[in-house]
Every structure is written in C-alpha cells, then in structure tokens.
C-alpha cells in the first residue's frame, strides 16, 4: 500500500525556521520524483518545490527561493523540507506528493500520482 505521511508542522514566529519530513511508503523512495505543495485557506493550491529521482534537478516556486531547501535521504525513504526565515504567507496545509517520472520533477500537482494527508503550518506571533 502506497503512503506519504507528512510531519513536522506547527506554530512558529516569523523569521523562524521548520523542517518537514514526508515518510515514503509502499514502494522505494528513488522510484519517485518528490513535490511539496502548499494550499492556504481560500487560495489555490501552490508548488513550492520538488526533487528527482536522482537528486541533481531541484524547484522552487519565486515566493520560497532562498530560504527553502528540498532534499531526500533514500536509504530512509524520505524527503525533507526546510524552510527558514519563514512568513505569515508561508502559513498553509503543506502536502508531499510523488510523480512516477523518469526524470525531472514539476511544480504543477496534475502531474502527482500519490498523495500525502498534509501537515499544518502556521507563522505568526
């Protein structure tokens, strides 16, 4: 059975940092290209950044540039996300998701076969 299981979500003051973990699953970790995605409450879901299968291609959507870093640990079946100097416009539900590609990773959701329960995040003092 094929799972992603997100944590590491929570209050946090603004300028702080947070690192979430997405838990893989069902199936190896490095069959899989890895997204984030982001959805706040009345605003569309967002991309916020994504990793190949092979580690050398990374994205990140204009608004997290610089203060995010994607990464993935095979071995352990996860991929991270570490997000400093965070915003109150960081706070939303952020989700993993994984896309069964050969190559590359996409910011767009449409592309994602599996699909995390997401976790909460929320910058403010």
């Known amino acids: 059975q094929v799972q992603l299981v997100e944590s590491g979500g929570g209050l946090v003051q603004p300028g702080g940092s947070l690192r979430l973990s997405c838990a893989v699953s069902?199936?190896?970790?490095?069959?899989?290209?890895i997204g984030w995605f982001r959805q706040a409450p009345g605003k569309e879901r967002e991309g916020v950044s994504c990793?190949?299968?092979?580690?050398?291609?990374?994205y990140y959507g204009d608004s997290v540039k610089g203060r995010f870093t994607i990464s993935r640990d095979n071995a352990e079946n996860t991929v991270y996300l570490q997000m400093n100097k965070l915003k109150p416009e960081d706070t939303a539900v952020y989700y993993c998701?994984?896309?069964?590609?050969?190559?590359?990773?996409?910011?767009?959701?449409?592309?994602?076969?599996?699909w995390g329960q997401g976790t909460q995040v929320t910058v403010s003092t």
């Open positions: 998701a994984a896309d069964k590609v050969d190559f590359g990773c996409w910011l767009d959701g449409h592309e994602y076969d599996y």
């Open positions: 069902g199936f190896p970790l490095d069959d899989v290209a």
């Open positions: 990793i190949s299968r092979s580690h050398d291609i990374r």
